[in-house]
């Protein structure tokens, strides 16, 4: 069964940090190139960044270059998002999504089912 878990999500101040999880289960993630995005109420989803199965940072979205990045502990089949300085608008529902390779359409690959990120104070 090809499943994405993602964790992680919670209410934090703005400047904090928070660190997103993406479990893989079903195939082996290593072997994706792996994108998040985010929607927030309203408004369309959008990409935030995506990596190449080489590790190769493929696209950061103009709103978190610098703050946010990737991390990958293939031992375990996960995907970090590192969130630091987090602002208001940066809440959101986020989602990792594998893909072949970054680029592709949003409505193919595997999706996971989303966590909130809220961040006020």
């Known amino acids: 069964q090809v499943q994405l878990v993602e964790s992680g999500g919670d209410l934090v101040q703005p400047g904090g940090s928070l660190r997103l999880s993406c479990a893989a289960s079903?195939?082996?993630?290593?072997?994706?190139?792996i994108g998040w995005f985010r929607q927030a109420p309203g408004k369309e989803r959008e990409a935030v960044l995506c990596i190449s199965k080489g590790n190769r940072i493929e696209y950061y979205a103009d709103s978190v270059e610098g703050r946010f990045t990737i991390d990958r502990d293939n031992a375990k089949n996960t995907v970090y998002l590192q969130m630091n300085s987090l602002k208001a608008e940066d809440t959101a529902v986020y989602y990792c999504a594998a893909f072949r390779y970054c680029g592709q359409a949003m409505g193919t690959g595997y999706w996971g089912q989303g966590t909130q990120v809220t961040v006020s104070s």
């Open positions: 079903g195939f082996i993630s290593a072997d994706y190139a």
